[in-house]
């Protein structure tokens, strides 16, 4: 199956151009499902980092939906004919606020595709960058690692678990309900069934439970940090998923800042300790 997939590397520069606009509705959502006070309200409010996630929903209709959800070869990301699908990890970089009201545009482009096979069968990684500007210029510029995997590589199971990066200074234990998934993949207008349908993804994935969104996690540990450090301004933050948490307990997340304060090495362990993202956050000086 390899070779058939290599040929999906003709879609790298493929690009796509959305518009959008800030809105105070939006912050609204997104604090009330996070648990934290609106920080934008009215017009020429900064949005914190990583909240744009409401802006530039999925457009594609049910007739171009894959089984699980996503979709099926439209827009910019390419067909891939393997049935299952993860959100590796996102490297994001904060260049100037985005305000309520603010007319922006996303430029969406395929950077990089690379085919992986194995005894457990094909993988394949693309990387989507995001880069999005306001009247000011450019604001945020997302990578995203999007990875497909055919049934044999989904089910293979690591032998081994990571250690957790170090001695937290700052903890904190979630407990992912169905309501907090629901809203949060409401909020993002994503589609996924592995966050809210529970019978797809305990009895076609394979999986124990709901999966608790990576976006979620991620966002939690940002949140983290601009109550850890509100005087800190953040303008990088990256993560890497290790493995997926469902929601069969409560998890947990954690940080520490380095030593100057220019960063932080964060983490998150499900609810059996494993580790399951380890993320670095990254301020102005």
């Known amino acids: 199956m390899a070779e ?38 009215a017009k020429g409010d900064p949005i914190p980092p990583g909240w744009y996630g409401a ?9 171009e939906m894959r089984a699980d959800g996503q979709a099926a070869g439209r827009g910019i990301v390419p067909p891939v004919p393997l049935p299952r699908r993860r959100l590796g990890g996102v490297r ?26 194995d005894q457990s069968g094909p993988m394949v990684l693309v990387v989507e960058r995001n880069s999005i500007s306001n009247s000011r210029g450019l604001a945020v510029v997302e990578e995203r690692d999007l990875i497909f995997l055919s049934e044999g590589r989904a089910e293979k199971k690591s032998t081994t678990s990571p250690a957790v990066p170090g001695e937290a200074a700052w903890r904190r234990v979630v407990e992912p309900n169905p309501v907090l998934l629901f809203r949060f993949s409401a909020v993002r207008f994503n589609s996924h069934r592995i966050h809210y349908d529970r019978d797809y993804v305990t009895k076609v994935e ?3 439970g709901l999966v608790v969104q990576g976006t979620l996690v991620s966002q939690l540990l940002i949140e983290m940090c601009r109550s850890e450090l509100p005087t800190r301004k953040i303008t990088y933050f990256g993560y890497q ?45």
């Open 4 to 41: 058939p997939l290599e040929s999906l590397k003709r879609y790298v520069g493929r690009s796509e151009t959305a518009a959008d606009v800030v809105t105070g509705s939006a912050m609204v959502k997104i604090a009330a499902t996070l648990g934290v006070k609106n920080p934008a309200s």
């Open 241 to 285: 998923a290790v493995r997926q948490i469902c929601d069969t307990g409560p998890f947990t997340i954690a940080g520490a800042p380095a030593a100057d304060s220019r960063e932080a090495a964060l983490w998150a362990v499900d609810a059996d300790g494993k580790l399951a993202m380890t993320a670095t956050a990254k301020f102005a000086q």
């Open 92 to 117: 994001m970089s904060f260049h100037e606020p985005l305000r309520i009201r603010d007319e922006i545009t996303r430029v969406s482009e395929i950077a990089d595709i690379s085919v992986d096979e």
């Open 55 to 63: 802006f530039f929903p999925a457009s594609h209709g049910p007739s």
């Open 206 to 208: 394979g999986l124990p």
